[in-house]
């Protein structure tokens, strides 16, 4: 069974930048639907990146436009975003999460996912 590992979490403060990481095993993510997800105390799980099998244009929500950008490494099997310029309101536990082949940007940070990783907090504070 497929898993995804997110690291790369942590404190941060305001301004500052954090590269997160997201290991899969147990399948390869090639042509896979990628995105991230972020969720904040108090409020649903939000598609903030998402990226198609076949890399076409990438989708960010506004919020994180400009700042944020997801990537991936087929030879690594993993994926990426990096964040800069944190703010405080970018405070939350980040999800990776992958789509089968043919899933569209727009219905994986819908959250149709396939699988999901198991959160790495992100803390931005003075």
């Known amino acids: 069974q497929g898993q995804l590992v997110e690291s790369g979490g942590g404190l941060v403060h305001p301004g500052g930048s954090l590269k997160l990481s997201c290991a899969a095993s147990?399948?390869?993510?090639?042509?896979?639907?990628i995105g991230w997800f972020r969720q904040s105390p108090g409020k649903e799980r939000e598609g903030i990146s998402c990226?198609?099998?076949?890399?076409?244009?990438?989708y960010y929500v506004d919020s994180v436009k400009g700042r944020f950008t997801i990537s991936r490494d087929n030879a690594k099997n993993a994926i990426y975003l990096q964040m800069n310029s944190l703010k405080p309101e970018d405070t939350a536990v980040y999800y990776c999460?992958?789509?089968?082949?043919?899933?569209?940007?727009?219905?994986?940070?819908?959250?149709?996912?396939?699988?999901w990783g198991q959160g790495t907090q992100v803390t931005v504070s003075s």
């Open positions: 990226l198609g099998g076949s890399d076409e244009s990438a």
């Open positions: 999460a992958a789509s089968l082949p043919g899933t569209s940007v727009q219905s994986i940070c819908a959250r149709l996912v396939d699988v």
């Open positions: 147990g399948f390869t993510l090639n042509d896979y639907a």
